[in-house]
């Protein structure tokens, strides 16, 4: 097992696939992937304007806004009102989605995955909780507003902490091994669970 940190300082800002806003990754799924051949990309998106969302065949996604007033979505003729900060929303990145913004720019967690290649989830917490990685399974800590510590890593805001089986590119930390570390953080925090979909 590996713990991983991955800071936010500096990453970099790229085009939303559509070109209608910018995405900062914090990790993705063979590792480089980007927006065109990931299993799962982790990132954070700026959204400054109205205008539709990329989509994304096959894939599905959450969606968290976490700095902002809001959006009035539109996903599949369907309306999704995101008004609230640090609440997962869940919808099908392969359906035309419009987003107007209720006041001003939002900025966004987003965690999109193929959902015929892996399944995921994504809670928000707050507090003090272990944080197990079963095996075949990748977890990946996120402080959303306020410092966090997982173990003996300490996270500031939108610095990321990732536990896989593998390696993957970052500032390394001390292993958890085989006892759970725990997640401490004051403000929200996102944890994403990550697992290779069962073919049948």
């Given at each position: 097992m590996?713990?991983?940190?991955?800071?936010?300082?500096?990453?970099?800002?790229?085009?939303?696939?559509?070109?209608?806003?910018?995405?900062?990754?914090?990790?993705s799924w063979p590792e480089g992937a980007g927006t065109a051949e990931f299993d799962w990309r982790i990132s954070l998106a700026d959204v400054a304007a109205d205008g539709p969302f990329s989509t994304f065949p096959g894939v599905d996604r959450t969606l968290t806004m976490v700095e902002g007033a809001g959006m009035d979505l539109t996903v599949g003729g369907r309306r999704?009102?995101?008004?609230?900060?640090?609440?997962?929303?869940d919808f099908p990145g392969d359906l035309p989605t419009h987003c107007l913004l209720l006041a001003g720019p939002v900025v966004n967690f987003n965690v999109m995955w193929h959902r015929e290649r892996v399944s995921a989830s994504v809670a928000v917490v707050r507090g003090c909780l272990p944080v197990p990685v079963p095996p075949g399974t990748t977890v990946v800590a996120v402080a959303l507003e306020s410092p966090a510590t997982l173990g003996n890593a300490t996270l500031a805001r939108y610095d990321a902490a990732l536990l896989a089986p593998e390696a993957v590119t970052g500032e390394s930390a001390p292993g958890p091994g085989s006892v759970p570390l725990t997640l401490r953080s004051e403000g929200p925090a996102a944890l994403v669970t990550l697992r290779r979909a069962v073919r049948r």
């Amino acid at each position: 097992m590996n713990l991983r940190i991955l800071r936010a300082a500096g990453r970099a800002a790229v085009p939303w696939k559509n070109g209608g806003g910018v995405t900062r990754e914090i990790a993705s799924w063979p590792e480089g992937a980007g927006t065109a051949e990931f299993d799962w990309r982790i990132s954070l998106a700026d959204v400054a304007a109205d205008g539709p969302f990329s989509t994304f065949p096959g894939v599905d996604r959450t969606l968290t806004m976490v700095e902002g007033a809001g959006m009035d979505l539109t996903v599949g003729g369907r309306r999704a009102l995101v008004d609230e900060r640090c609440v997962p929303a869940d919808f099908p990145g392969d359906l035309p989605t419009h987003c107007l913004l209720l006041a001003g720019p939002v900025v966004n967690f987003n965690v999109m995955w193929h959902r015929e290649r892996v399944s995921a989830s994504v809670a928000v917490v707050r507090g003090c909780l272990p944080v197990p990685v079963p095996p075949g399974t990748t977890v990946v800590a996120v402080a959303l507003e306020s410092p966090a510590t997982l173990g003996n890593a300490t996270l500031a805001r939108y610095d990321a902490a990732l536990l896989a089986p593998e390696a993957v590119t970052g500032e390394s930390a001390p292993g958890p091994g085989s006892v759970p570390l725990t997640l401490r953080s004051e403000g929200p925090a996102a944890l994403v669970t990550l697992r290779r979909a069962v073919r049948r």
